[in-house]
């Protein structure tokens, strides 16, 4: 036990010094509502077992879906620096599980597994104590099943067509839980389904109501999951990145057909790029034709605009992603390198979004003043907001050539990234909803807010943009390389805080956008389309003159989080003295 001791000691040591100033504010937050959504499992021990057995299953798959969307997850301790040890690779899969224990998810999921011991007390002595090593195996194969989940990912997205398919599937699967109510109605399943208390995630919940081979059964799997992921492990420390077959030398006629020529090479070739595309391509298209498994069109349409904003949040951070590179762009300073990435980007995501939209539309018939509108307003908006948010929020990202075993981890701030796919969201649903509501009220009259609003974005945000890159750029380098932000005019937001305003200002940043977005813009959209009942959106379940009034609360309800959460900063910056 001395190397998983070691490794423990270690994780210790990496987060104590690791979650301090903005980290352990956004680490603190996330506990809170962790530990909040475990408090509302636990409840459920107490409620509904059916539920129970299905809140399991939830966070089993956010434990495997999320770090492979946040591209490989908690990796605080890697392989690779272990590599010159000789240690076996069952050993090493050993010291790396037991350092998976420690941490803020880890414990906030134990708290959540304590529902076994709770629904073990109501049904005997005998059951509850056969919850305590149920609780234990249980976390251990939900520990253990991410990270080979994680581990062959990472492998399959070595090669171009495994990063294809691995966006592709998880942009399904992702869209699949968007849209679960479909196959609820489909199967027409009025309770929770029969098949979550027989997943593994459930399987402690059976052993804890008597039927002990489910306690056999995890244990079982606790050592043939350690065993592949041992096998994984030396897998990835093996494997060799071959670089790709001759290509033939770039061509531009200028500068700016330089910078577009490079991006457009990038975006064939960079494994990330070619994940995060094919990942937007595939939550757009199975997102909007998962209904028509019901036979309704109605959503079909809008594949191509929920392409382009998915796309968007992929890119959010199209600087960071570069690593270092930008030293390149910095010695290049007569090079409009913004115009270059915006019409790049353009390239690799217009002529997908457009032949997505009118496909789509004219096999549901319709609507298309509403979607031409959305198109080029969302379009122009994505290509002004992704170098803009990039260049004043960047996230310090790893170095193509340093990103070790798993090629799609690209950045250690995993929290970073998630905000700023958020906030991109949000960002492009604005920049469209002037064109959708003209044309949702005057028809074909949206087309030309839809073109204006979009150009005025590419044209504006871009300018905006390449300011900022001009004035700040060693700034944004030094960031980049050191991941520490340098001190400009202005302090931290949060430095010199009280703990009320901090508390306050990471509540409202943090959850500013749920009443926003699902609750606010998202639940209007569907029930102007129609839609009632839907999911988890509150206003659609509303009488129908309460619906538009409730999205309409919400949507104030957002904007006032994040007005409060200014408020709460505002006092904290400050003008540097001149002298």
Known sequence: MAVELTMARMKVALLRHELRGQRAQTAGTGATLGLLLAAGTVYLALTDLDLLAAAYAAWLLGWILGPVFMGGGDETLRPEYFSLLGLPPRRLAGGLLVAAFVGIAPLVSLVALTGLVVAGARLGVANALVAVPAMALQLAVIVLLSKVIVALVGLAVRTRPGAIASGLLNGAVLAALGQVWVFMVLFDETGVPAAVWYMPSGWGLLAVQGRWWALVALAVLVVLLLG?????????????????????????????GAVVAKELRTWSRDLVRNHQLTFALSYGVCFAASPLLLGWYDLLPYAGPIFVVMAAAMTANVYGTDGTALWLTLMMPGVSDVRGRQLAWLAAHAPVAIVLTVAFTAVAGGPWPLVLALLPALLGGAAGLVPLVSVHLLVPGTDPHRRAGNPLRISEDDGGLTGLAYLMLVLVLLAGLPAGLVAYWYGWAGLAVGVVTGVLCWWGFGRLAERRLRSRGTELLDVMRTGRRARTSMTSRFEGLSMTRRTI????????????????????????????????????????????????GFILLGLAMYGAGYWAVRPAVTRRDPR
Not at 229 to 254: D, I, K, N, Q, Y
Not at 516 to 542: C, D, E, K, N
């Open 505 to 552: 200002a990471g509540w409202c940043f943090g959850l500013g956008a749920v009443p926003l977005v699902p609750q606010g813009i998202v639940a209007a959209s569907f029930v102007a389309g129609g839609t009632v009942r839907h999911s988890w959106f509150l206003a659609t379940y509303m009488e129908p003159g309460l619906r538009y009034p409730v999205a309409g």
């Open 228 to 256: 592949a992921w041992a096998a994984l492990l030396g897998e990835r420390a093996g494997a060799v990145r071959r670089s790709g077959r001759a290509r033939r030398p770039m061509t531009a006629g200028g500068a700016t």
